[in-house]
């Protein structure tokens, strides 16, 4: 996918996690460092509910605009959600599994990305 692909499926799914009040969100440019995607997008919910709505929310708003998701892990715990859109991964976290698994340190080798320039 092309880069202007997936900046534009991270604005939507940036988009769709603060309409449902999505905390914290992050945005690590991993594409210099993984082949894995070229994003992570990183955001908290405060419960299982919220989180899962998060989720909702996200896999709607990029599945409308003709990015489906491949794949969701752990939407039904909701302490760690997964979802893989290709060149976009988003994570959506409880805060303890936020602060327990770290990613905006794990992946510091990525560029962190502020949400105003996007």
């Not at 715990?77 to 979802?83: D, E, F, G, P, Q």
Request: proline share 1%.
């Amino acid at each position: 996918m092309d880069t202007i692909k997936s900046l534009e499926m991270t604005r939507l799914a940036i988009k769709a996690l603060e309409e449902k009040k999505g905390e914290d969100i992050r945005l690590i440019d991993i594409s210099q460092v993984s082949v894995l995607a070229d994003y992570f997008l990183i955001a908290g919910g405060s419960n299982r509910n919220q989180i899962q709505a998060l989720c909702d929310s996200v896999e709607e708003v990029l599945g409308r605009a003709g990015y489906p998701v491949r794949q969701i892990e752990g939407f039904d715990t909701a302490n760690w959600v997964l979802m893989d859109f290709g060149d976009l991964i988003v994570h959506i976290f409880d805060k303890e599994n936020r602060l327990l698994y770290d990613l905006e340190r794990i992946w510091a080798d990525g560029r962190q990305i502020n949400l105003a320039d996007l």
